[in-house]
């Protein structure tokens, strides 16, 4: 077969390629992962060449039988991948034309510039909707958890010292409202993302009248109502790679939310907390410790979060000083995006996991949150209800605070006359205060951690998770080869509430 470089090489130059230069150059390495998108964004275009008169019918059906012929040896690993052919286009298409004449017309009205834009709009679709689905699947192993745990207390911290009593619940409900921002973040760039940019060619269209809304229509770019979307400027759309930086910076954020909640875990899952135990078969050894068990998997999942950022960092820096339109510079987009949608997709599935096979130690849970000083607030607010300003009330309070110090006893063990000895306001019911369970009764504001807010929070959660989880995100797959069903022609997932 001729070489790929020789391919685009044909006719203007008299020298073969340098021997170093491929292995530079190549990126069949690692963009054959696109071989889906760019066999099915092939087939649209060959059918639009079709319509327009540039292949003959006989010449379609053959390049579709060879396309299909090509995919299905991709898909049983039988395909002979070359490093000389430099990509996945050129690999697919001289593989094409070797078997089929007609295939030697496919690139009409098209270059690699507007393919490769094209079969990364494609790859990142699927990618978005199947992140959104496993984000959700975590949201819903918070949810489990949460009523699983329902209504064991633990503190709530500030600065990592305890402050105020909260359910359990109410500390996971706080990663599932993170992560529905997550979700809306990708639901959002998605809308970006589905335009197609096919027919921009190199970089000025062509001259061949080509019908991009067609191929668009045939692809799944369109509109809630089936309308096609077409990049409007062709220097923009094969240069632009906004869609890119778009996913992986909400990608970086979504793992940042996952560092934190690793970071949680970590400590909940330490001597010093005691709150939960991870099941053994999430949780790891020590080659020399036979006591460790070690929460490696969320360690992981934190340190993960760093390349992440870093694929987002590398992206910007790529792009920045960039002339248009398409250069060269733009292929070192793929491992950084291929490696963010990996791993991002990855640490969501082993948390979830990992919460699912996780127990919460109600006892100790219990026994931490019983420190009466982290009821100390409520007695402000005690004093609050008897008309005095917050300010004294705090003040008052931090007095109680000092003189429980001194008498080495804790806050609920102090007299009334102790109370009144600092303020004469205090009346007999001031020590129930201390009920932790009353506590948290009271908190009766939306977005409170009181009792039957978190309940019916963690009722609202079940009942929507469930909705979305209907829809899996396979049965919202767009590209598909061989395209046993057609695509979907709305944006699957229910967008989250503001
Ligand atoms: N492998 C290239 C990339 O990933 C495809 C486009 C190449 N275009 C070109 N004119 N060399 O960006």
């Known amino acids: ?14 020298q073969t390629t340098a021997e170093d230069l491929i292995d530079f150059s190549e990126s069949i390495s690692f963009d054959w992962r696109l071989w889906r998108q760019d066999i099915v964004g092939s087939m649209a275009h060959a059918r639009m060449l079709q319509k327009i008169g540039v292949l003959t019918k006989k010449n379609l059906t053959d390049i579709l039988k060879g396309l299909e012929e090509i995919g299905d040896e991709i898909e049983r690993g039988d395909f002979q991948w070359d490093r000389n052919l430099e990509d ?42 199947a992140v959104i689905a496993e984000i959700r699947e975590l949201q819903s192993q918070l949810v489990q958890l949460g009523k699983r745990s329902f209504p064991t207390p633990i503190p709530g911290y500030t600065h990592l010292q305890r402050a105020q009593p909260v359910p ?27 335009v197609c940019p096919l027919g921009s060619g190199a970089l000025a269209g062509s001259t061949v009248r080509s019908k991009r809304e067609i191929v668009a229509k045939e692809l799944g770019f369109v509109d809630a109502d089936g309308n096609p979307r077409i990049s409007q400027n062709s220097m923009d759309a094969v ?5 890119i930086v778009e996913f992986l910076s909400t990608a970086a954020l979504t793992a940042v939310h996952l560092s934190r909640l690793s970071e949680d875990i970590i400590l909940w899952s330490s001597a010093e907390f005691g709150f939960i135990t991870i099941d053994d078969a999430y949780t790891t050894g020590s080659s020399l410790m036979p006591q460790k068990k070690n929460p490696d998997l969320a360690e992981l999942t934190r340190g993960k979060s760093g390349r992440v950022i870093g694929n987002l960092v590398s992206i910007l820096t790529l792009l920045k000083g960039l002339p248009m339109t398409y250069n060269r510079d733009l292929q070192e987009d793929k491992e950084r995006l291929f490696d963010t949608a990996d791993t991002i997709r990855a640490s969501l599935r082993i948390t979830a996991a990992m919460l699912a096979h996780t127990n919460i130690n109600a006892e100790v849970c219990q026994a931490a949150a019983e420190d009466p000083s982290l009821l100390a607030t409520d007695l402000a607010d005690y004093l609050v209800k008897l008309g005095i300003p917050f300010r004294e009330a705090h003040h008052i309070v931090g007095a109680v605070v000092a003189l429980a110090e001194e008498k080495k006893r804790a806050l609920n063990k102090l007299t009334l006359g102790d109370l009144k000895s600092v303020d004469s306001r205090f009346k007999r019911d001031a020590l129930t205060v201390f009920s932790l369970i009353r506590g948290l009764q009271e908190r009766k504001t ?40 057609s695509p979907p022609s709305r944006f699957p997932v229910v967008l989250p509430h503001p």
């Open 446 to 485: 939306p977005g409170s951690p009181g009792l039957q807010e978190v309940k019916r929070q963690l009722k609202e959660w079940r009942t929507r998770l469930s909705h979305e989880q209907n829809s899996t995100a396979d049965n919202w797959i767009i590209t598909r080869f061989p395209a046993d069903r």
């Open 88 to 129: 996945v286009h050129m690999n697919i298409e001289s593989a094409l034309t070797a078997r089929v004449p007609a295939g030697a017309k496919i690139h009409t009205a098209r270059s690699r510039n507007d393919q490769i834009a094209l079969d990364m709009r494609m790859w990142l679709r699927d990618e978005t909707v």
């Open 168 to 194: 359990f619940a109410h500390h996971l409900l706080a990663y599932t409202e993170m992560l529905d921002r997550d979700t809306a973040r990708f639901a959002d760039s998605f809308n970006r993302l589905n």
């Open 239 to 243: 240069s632009d790679r906004d869609f």
């Open 1 to 14: 077969m001729e070489k790929a470089s020789q391919v685009s090489r044909s006719g203007r130059f008299s």
